[in-house]
């Protein structure tokens, strides 16, 4: 006997997404949502990887730990992109900008080296 398929499965409702899951959904000011939201992962991982408490990474950021705690949970409203830069460099980490031509269409990109 055959398995009858689940009608949730209908591939003719799978859409492509744009890359950005924030322009995907409507939100406002995707391209600045995606590069926030890069720049706090790699805060995040910073704050693993030493194996800091929520307080001790307080303490490193200048911020209270209610605010990393948002932070690491994404929770980005009161944190500007400058802001997770100056976060990011309190971690010992240089943030470079690279302006290129453009490819295709224009875009925002945050990329973590190790």
Same mark, same amino acid.
């Given at each position: 006997?055959?398995?009858?398929?689940?009608?949730?499965?209908?591939? &003719?409702?799978?859409?492509?997404? &744009?890359?950005?899951?924030?322009?995907?959904?409507?939100?406002?000011?995707?391209?600045?949502?995606?590069?926030?939201?890069?720049? &706090?992962?790699?805060?995040?991982?910073?704050?693993?990887?030493?194996?800091?408490?929520?307080?001790?990474?307080?303490?490193?950021?200048?911020?209270?730990?209610?605010?990393?705690?948002?932070?690491?949970?994404?929770?980005?409203?009161?944190? &500007?992109?400058?802001?997770?830069?100056?976060?990011?460099?309190?971690?010992?980490?240089?943030?470079?900008?690279?302006?290129?031509?453009?490819?295709?269409?224009?875009?925002?990109?945050?990329?973590?080296?190790?």
């Amino acid at each position: 006997m055959a398995k009858k398929r689940d009608p949730r499965l209908d591939d &003719s409702r799978i859409e492509e997404g &744009s890359g950005n899951v924030f322009a995907d959904i409507g939100m406002p000011n995707p391209e600045e949502a995606l590069v926030k939201a890069k720049l &706090s992962i790699a805060i995040e991982q910073i704050i693993q990887e030493r194996h800091l408490t929520q307080a001790e990474a307080a303490r490193v950021l200048g911020i209270d730990q209610p605010k990393v705690s948002a932070l690491i949970r994404g929770h980005l409203e009161g944190f &500007s992109v400058e802001r997770l830069f100056r976060f990011l460099n309190k971690l010992d980490r240089d943030v470079e900008i690279v302006i290129r031509p453009r490819e295709s269409t224009g875009h925002v990109d945050v990329v973590a080296v190790a």
